[in-house]
């Protein structure tokens, strides 16, 4: 059984940092792709960031240059490094993993952006 566990949301000024983690758990972790969604209220979820078995990375035009996305296979866990964090980045962040024959998601982490 496939289980997605993220970590690292809470409350930040603007402008400032946080590092979410998602960490994998019943699976080949290596083989597959991940992915970082978030869905504020009252809006549909959206792709942030993905990081693909290769290495190779792709983010969403608002948080290109500002967001890194990683991953350390022997740990299991991809982790998204949020800098320079705005109003409009507040949301709750899941993480995804797929490529395979169906995707899974984590259960989300709030990520709160308020002075």
């Known amino acids: 059984q496939v289980q997605l566990v993220e970590s690292g949301g809470g409350l930040v000024q603007p402008g400032g940092s946080l590092r979410l983690s998602c960490a994998a758990s019943?699976?080949?972790?290596?083989?597959?792709?991940m992915a970082w969604y978030r869905q504020a209220p009252g809006k549909q979820r959206e792709l942030v960031a993905s990081i693909y078995n290769t290495g190779s990375t792709n983010f969403a035009d608002s948080v290109a240059g500002r967001f890194t996305i990683s991953r350390d296979n022997a740990k299991k866990t991809v982790y998204l490094q949020m800098n320079g964090l705005k109003s409009e980045d507040t949301a709750v962040y899941y993480c995804?993993?797929?490529?395979?024959?169906?995707?899974?998601w984590g259960q989300g982490t709030q990520v709160t952006i308020s002075s």
């Open positions: 995804k993993l797929f490529g395979g024959a169906r995707d899974y």
């Open positions: 019943g699976t080949i972790f290596s083989i597959y792709h």
